[in-house]
């Protein structure tokens, strides 16, 4: 079969369906079966755990209503990225365009991937190193030994997706439509089983002896969604494909609405099935079992060993989708810098099958040195904050745009504006100060990865500056 080639040298084979699918994988990873444990260690209260999920995916779908407009106007490959180009020009868009390659996009991949590992682990206990070893610290900070089995495993899931996308974008579209599918149906059948059981009373509001009484309720609201954030974060992947996507200006803001929704009432539901099966205080994280999995305890509670395999099964179906899913996406990102000079100008190249295989390659190396790096909540929080950064920045650029191009053809454009795109920008803005507040480690570290590109943005910029004119007139 023919398809349609970008004028970058990628090829338009994705479909609506496949497009949908994208960022149905992008969002369905570990946060909806590990994310209500700390959840509900911040607010005390299944009501108002249950009320942060519906409040992040009411948040993450104005996020995405907004963003549907842009993506709609500029269908490029790396999305975000050229988006950011045309609002504020090189500068910004290559600080975006670093921090998803040094935090948000490849501590996403190494996070689900690390959750995967952790899954695994359940069954076959892979190897630790002595206690001495596991202690081991560089920076201060980090513990690269620890859990070194978890994290060996998640390296190899990295490196074997990685290497399947290599092949062609149809390889990866495939596992994304094949793996969604099944997690999204398997999601619904374990919520109904859930909700078959006998619960304990556990829709309540009550927060005696909870951070809610101690600190007010909007530092542990706004902590517990940084939470609820990360099961949400990635819906705007999909416009990272942007020159991969048949018919890309009506196909990718269709497909945002209808994966962001399916997503928000999966998510809701499967949380509310968790809450209604265990009391809050049975889902609080034991800090004597790390790798304790709220969703595995949930399901485990009334079908035993069998439940238990059940739904790691599930996380492991997710987990694999969503960091093929990542992988196969932020490539383009990187790709499409370089096609800019402000980025390695090798990958910028393609192989013979359409592919930005030296863009893959580079993130897959990357990536795994972050899944050395911390734990699955240190990387998580760290890049919800650089996201949420981005995330308003985007949509104060719909305004921009509105202004700049106010003569082009728009294809969708953002409902009950511009109070929509205002209430997003606002709900960011205040996410990314609490996050300062309550975690200020992860912060310091997100911007210090941030302020990491400003070197290689100047010489990156010098080095186009040197490069003779491609123009045979100059």
Not at 17 to 38: E, L, N, R, T, Y
Not at 171 to 199: D, E, H, K, P, R
Not at 248 to 260: D, N
Not at 408 to 423: D, G, H, M
């Amino acid at each position: 079969m023919n398809h349609e080639r970008h004028h970058s040298g990628l090829v338009r084979r994705l479909g609506t369906f496949s497009a949908v699918m994208v960022v149905v994988a992008a969002m369905i990873g570990s946060g909806v079966f590990k994310k209500v444990a700390p959840m509900s260690a911040e607010l005390g209260s299944a009501g108002w755990v249950l009320a942060a999920w519906v409040l992040a995916g009411l948040v993450s779908l104005t996020g995405a209503l907004t963003n549907a407009e842009v993506a709609g106007l500029i269908a490029e490959p790396g999305g975000q990225y050229k988006y950011f180009e045309k609002m504020y020009g090189r500068f910004f868009a290559f600080l975006y365009g670093w921090t998803s390659f040094a935090v948000i996009q490849s501590a996403t991949a190494a996070s689900v991937a690390y959750v995967f590992a952790m899954s695994l682990d359940a069954f076959i206990h892979l190897p630790h190193l002595s206690a001495e070893l596991e202690a081991f610290t560089i920076l201060g900070d980090f513990t690269p030994l620890q859990n070194i089995g978890v994290k060996g495993l998640a390296i190899g899931l990295i490196a074997g997706l990685t290497a399947l996308n290599y092949r062609g974008v149809q390889y990866g579209s495939m596992v994304s439509n094949v793996l969604s599918t099944s997690v999204l149906v398997a999601i619904v059948l374990i919520t109904g089983l859930c909700f078959w059981q006998t619960g304990h009373g556990g829709f309540s509001f009550e927060t005696t002896g909870t951070p809610i009484e101690q600190h007010g309720l909007i530092t542990p609201l706004f902590t517990a969604l940084m939470a609820a954030f990360w099961a949400y974060e990635g819906w705007n992947t999909l416009g990272f494909l942007g020159g991969e996507v048949k018919n890309p200006q009506r196909v990718i803001p269709r497909a945002l609405m209808l994966g962001v929704g399916m997503v928000m009432t999966a998510y809701v539901a499967i949380n509310a099935a968790y809450l209604y099966v265990l009391p809050l205080t049975d889902l609080v994280p034991n800090p004597a079992s790390p790798n304790e999995i709220a969703a595995v305890k949930v399901v485990s509670s009334f079908l035993g060993p069998a439940g238990q395999m059940l739904i790691l099964g599930l996380i492991m179906m997710a987990t694999f989708s969503s960091t093929n899913n990542t992988i196969m996406a932020a490539a383009r990102i990187y790709f499409s810098m370089a096609r800019d000079s402000l980025f390695f100008s090798a990958a910028g190249k393609t192989n013979a099958q359409g592919v930005p295989a030296n863009a893959l390659l580079i993130q897959g190396v990357w990536a795994s040195l972050l899944v050395l790096s911390g734990s699955f909540d240190q990387l998580t929080d760290m890049l919800v904050f650089a996201a949420f950064i981005f995330y308003g920045a985007g949509a104060a650029g719909v305004f921009v745009l509105r202004a700049k191009m106010k003569d082009s053809v728009r294809t969708f454009k953002v409902p009950f504006y511009p109070v929509l795109p205002l209430l997003f920008i606002a709900f960011c803005a205040m996410l990314v100060f609490v996050s300062v507040q309550e975690r200020p480690r992860e912060a310091r570290v997100g911007l210090e990865l941030i302020a990491a590109g400003l070197p290689f943005y100047f010489i990156f910029s010098r080095k186009k500056r040197a490069e003779p004119s491609q123009n045979p007139e100059a």
